[in-house]
């Protein structure tokens, strides 16, 4: 049982490039998330998805798609990376229940933008 | 107002000692509560969640109050491996609207 899992750890993009952070999870939880964490600021919720095929924005959407097409997978694109998207990324995951029952995270990508 | 505040810290204290944080929430409707624990550099991990009846686990005892709209954790004989940022979670219901603190920071010193 490997709960959610990242990729990758670590990566470096230049400005203007895309890239896609992978999440899987194998716990069958119907809701999965993306945060970012910067110093100072929390976590703060860019995607959501309550289910295959549902999306939705969170609180910091602007440069970021995502999709879900199967329960198990939950992949962030960047579409044009920015400095400012510099961050730590976390991935989370929750049975249903509207976030009652907490979250089990990622272990998180670690993106820097040049 | 910030809708959940943490003191960022660091709480630094010895070996043994007990150690308490609160955390404020601004929304007066919040319906679930959460304490996180974040190592550096790992992702945050769930200690405990937060009943109105107060809920307690080995050395660690959260508590809420609605009226004061805070809730605690409290920890008892505290260990260097308790070293972590602690996260307060409030869920005020509905997934987007779960907030997380900034985080407070503890250091247990031998």
């Known amino acids: 049982n490997a709960g959610v899992t990242q990729t990758p750890k670590f990566q470096v993009l230049k400005t203007g490039q895309s890239m896609t952070l992978q999440c899987a999870q194998d716990m069958n939880h119907e809701y999965m998330s993306w945060y970012r964490q910067d110093p100072g600021m929390g976590l703060r919720l860019i995607h959501y998805s309550v289910g295959a095929g549902i999306t939705d924005q969170g609180e910091v959407p602007n440069g970021y798609n995502v999709s879900r097409s199967t329960t198990e997978d939950f992949p962030l694109r960047l579409l044009s990376a920015a400095p400012s998207q510099t961050s730590v990324y976390f991935c989370a995951s929750s049975s249903a229940g509207q976030g009652d029952y907490g979250y089990t995270f990622g272990s998180g990508t670690r993106l820097t933008v040049v | 107002r910030k809708e959940v505040e943490q003191d960022p810290g660091p709480f630094n204290v010895p070996e043994g000692a007990t150690v308490a944080f609160n955390c404020t929430y601004s929304?007066?409707?919040?319906?679930?509560f959460f304490w996180y624990r974040q190592d550096c550099r790992k992702e945050p991990k769930l200690l405990m969640s937060?009943?109105?009846s107060g809920n307690e686990d080995g050395r660690f005892t959260a508590q809420l109050n609605r009226a004061s709209q805070y809730i605690s954790l409290l920890i008892r004989d505290s260990k260097l491996s308790d070293s972590a940022t602690y996260l307060c979670?409030?869920?005020?219901?509905?997934?987007?609207?779960?907030?997380f603190g900034t985080g407070t920071k503890l250091q247990v010193i031998p």
């Open positions: 979670v409030v869920n005020p219901g509905g997934y987007q609207k779960v907030t």
């Open positions: 937060v009943y109105s």
């Open positions: 929304n007066s409707a919040s319906q679930s």
